[in-house]
C-alpha cells in the first residue's frame, strides 16, 4: 500500500499528554470503524520514524482522523502532541486492518473493552454506530488512571439510546465516585445482554499487559476466543 502526503488541518488537546489530530490526505479511502493507519515522519537527515494509530473517526475520503497519546522519550508522539501544527506535513499509508472492525450492518451486542488509549478506535466505532442511526446494543468499558486520563469523555458520556458506559480508575477517582481507585474485575464485564450466550462481539485494546489481563477474565466469563478481538499497543 503506497504513502500519502498528508496535510495537518487540525488539532485539538484531549487531555494532558493526548491530542486529536485531522490531516487532509489526497487519495486517502474512507476507512471502516476499528481500523488504522501508518504514520511516517522524515527527519532533515533523512531519518524516518513509523508508527501505528488508530483512527479515531471514519468514513470520509481524503480524511485521516487520528488521537495520539504522548510516550515518553517517543520518536514519534512527542512530535505530534506539541509540535505539529495546521499546515505541517508527514506521511500517510492506509486505511490497515480488517479484523478489529465493526460493521455498521451487524446487529450482534458489541463489549468494548479500553484501557487509557485505547478507546480511540471504540471512539470510531461509537461515532459510526451514531452516524449511521444504529441502535445496536454497546457497552464500553474503559479503565484509566486518573479523570484526566479519559480521552474524550465529555463525548463518551453523552446520552445515546443503546449504549452503557462504565468507567473504571486505578489510580484517583473522581470525587464522589462510589467505588475506589482499582484495576479492572471480572465484575466490570458481566451485564446482562452482553454475555457469552448472546453472541456478543468483543473488542479488547490497550497495553499489551491490560489486554492480556481482560482477555483472561473475558474468557473466564465464558466468552469464545474466537469472539474476542485483541489490539495492543506499547513504546517501541
Given at each position: ?126 461515532r459510526a454506530r451514531r452516524a449511521a442511526g444504529r441502535r445496536t ?57 452482553f454475555g457469552p450466550d448472546d453472541g456478543t462481539a468483543v473488542f ?5 499487559g491490560f489486554v492480556e489481563a481482560a482477555t483472561g477474565l473475558l ?18
Amino acid at each position: 500500500m503506497s504513502w500519502h502526503v498528508a496535510t495537518v488541518v487540525g488539532t485539538r488537546s484531549v487531555t494532558p499528554t493526548a491530542r486529536a489530530l485531522t490531516l487532509a490526505v489526497p487519495g486517502f479511502a474512507a476507512a471502516l470503524p476499528g481500523q488504522h493507519v501508518d504514520l511516517r515522519l522524515t527527519a532533515p537527515d533523512g531519518y524516518q520514524a513509523t508508527r501505528a494509530y488508530s483512527l479515531s473517526d471514519t468514513g470520509q475520503d481524503e480524511r485521516v482522523d487520528v488521537v495520539v497519546d504522548e510516550v515518553p522519550d517517543g520518536e514519534v508522539s512527542p512530535y505530534l502532541t506539541r509540535v505539529a501544527r495546521p499546515g505541517d506535513q508527514l506521511e500517510v499509508r492506509g486505511p490497515l486492518g480488517g479484523y478489529f472492525v465493526w460493521h455498521e450492518d451487524d446487529p450482534a451486542p458489541v463489549l468494548l473493552v479500553a484501557g487509557g488509549s485505547g478507546v480511540v478506535p471504540f471512539l470510531a466505532m461509537l461515532r459510526a454506530r451514531r452516524a449511521a442511526g444504529r441502535r445496536t446494543p454497546f457497552r464500553l468499558v474503559c479503565s484509566v488512571r486518573t479523570p484526566d486520563d479519559a480521552i474524550e469523555r465529555a463525548e463518551v458520556d453523552s446520552p445515546d439510546p443503546g449504549l452503557d458506559v462504565h468507567w473504571v480508575f486505578t489510580r484517583a477517582a473522581p470525587p464522589g465516585w462510589p467505588a475506589p481507585p482499582r484495576r479492572l474485575t471480572t465484575d466490570d464485564l458481566v451485564t446482562p445482554g452482553f454475555g457469552p450466550d448472546d453472541g456478543t462481539a468483543v473488542f479488547v485494546c490497550g497495553p499489551t499487559g491490560f489486554v492480556e489481563a481482560a482477555t483472561g477474565l473475558l474468557t473466564g466469563l465464558g466468552h469464545p476466543p474466537g469472539r474476542v478481538r485483541t489490539e495492543r499497543f506499547g513504546g517501541a
